[in-house]
């Protein structure tokens, strides 16, 4: 397939060619060893969109108007770059179902690390609430799984259906509300978005992007004035502040994935994820997100 793009689109991509090998600075410097390779990545590629849909996706912002850009403008750009130039059209063709397994560590009140290998399946749908997902966790004493479906949350432990708590219902809800999907389909979801300026940290420029859903539940999004992309988010549940890190970006069947993700509680971390492998458009039975 040829894609046909404006010079400042050329140029842009251009950057953020260069930024990948030298150029975005991890929030936490510690993070600064970490290789920005995903060795698992799939390499199956799926069904391109029709080019009529992918020329037609331009980034919102030129390289050389970055100070005077509106919140539609810095999301419009962020999910031109998701889809590796292609923007939605690439993201809802390619994104279609994905299987991503890896590792997932949570840090309890009381200070103890439990780890588990996890497997989350996700069958995309028009809006956010609509879409099912289920995460089945593998820890070394338990095996169960969430699933999210009908914009309901239910459990599954050996073939029986369960009511989770309320905090691990609400972790994973957290997940899929207060992620980067949560505003990369803010108009399909009829979110609302506002720009609140500009803030460096570490050294890195972000934009701040205040997403507020059709819940009302609120994210704040810090977006990488060069590259455009999500690297941290926060929001705030029962008094407490919680902030999401993204880490070790990769190229996934054309689609850009964070392969590391952190969650802190004020100043403890309480989640860790390392996707080990993520693979888009395989057939996926829906039985797995029934209750039956």
Do not use: C
């Amino acid at each position: 397939m040829i894609f046909r793009f404006k010079t400042s689109a050329i140029i842009l991509i251009v950057l953020l060619l260069v930024q990948v090998s030298f150029g975005q600075t991890p929030t936490d410097p510690k993070d600064e060893k970490k290789p920005n390779v995903a060795p698992n990545v799939s390499t199956k590629e799926a069904k391109p969109t029709d080019s009529k849909d992918v020329k037609q996706a331009t980034p919102a912002v030129s390289a050389k108007d970055t100070k005077n850009a509106t919140a539609d403008q810095i999301v419009e750009s962020a999910i031109f770059i998701y889809g590796l130039g292609g923007g939605r059209a690439i993201l809802n063709q390619i994104r279609k179902t994905a299987i991503e397994r890896g590792k997932i560590s949570y840090t309890t009140a009381a200070g103890r690390t439990d780890q588990a290998s996890y497997q989350r399946f996700t069958q995309r749908a028009e809006t956010l609430n609509k879409e099912k997902i289920r995460l089945d966790q593998d820890f070394p004493n338990a095996k169960y799984s969430l699933v999210f479906n009908d914009e309901k949350i239910f459990g599954i432990l050996d073939d029986s259906v369960f009511t989770p708590t309320e905090i691990a219902s609400k972790a994973f809800e957290n997940q899929i509300v207060h992620g980067i999907e949560a505003l990369l389909r803010y108009k399909e979801n009829e979110s609302t978005i506002s720009s609140t300026g500009k803030e460096k940290i570490f050294g890195v420029e972000y934009y701040l992007l205040d997403l507020t859903d059709k819940q009302s539940r609120r994210t704040r999004f810090y977006v990488s004035t060069k590259t455009f992309r999500v690297m941290m988010l926060d929001y705030e549940q029962d008094g407490v502040k919680y902030r999401r890190k993204f880490y070790d970006y990769n190229y996934a069947q054309g689609t850009l994935v964070p392969f590391r993700t952190t969650l802190w509680a004020g100043e403890k971390l309480v989640e860790e994820t390392d996707v080990g492998t993520i693979t888009f458009g395989q057939k996926i039975d829906e039985n797995i997100f029934s209750a039956g």
